[in-house]
């Protein structure tokens, strides 16, 4: 993915880290620039949502490391019409 200024990124979901719960981080082998990292962390996590319509997100925790977002938990229920 690009964040429009022509860097590359690999952003790795681990998804089902339990029923649920899914993490969005950098690829471990991505050397991209860590100031970066958050809004491909953001972008990829704005796909995920256009991508799964038919859940609700019921919370989120960004994990910061030298004051940069490196990662962000998402924790999730399948949405339902009552």
């Known amino acids: 993915m690009s964040d429009g200024n022509e860097s590359e990124f690999t952003v790795r979901m681990m998804e089902d880290v339990e029923r649920g719960h899914v993490v969005l981080s950098a690829d471990d082998d991505d050397p991209s620039s860590p100031e970066a990292l ?5 972008t990829a996590m704005q796909q995920w949502l256009e991508e799964n319509p038919e859940l609700f997100v019921r919370s989120t925790l960004p994990i910061i490391q030298n004051g940069q ?3 962000i938990h998402i924790w999730y229920d399948p949405a ?3």
Request: charged share 20%; proline share 9%; hydrophobic share 55%.
């Open 38 to 42: 958050p809004v491909m962390l953001e």
């Open 69 to 71: 977002t490196i990662a």
């Open 80 to 82: 339902t019409i009552d």
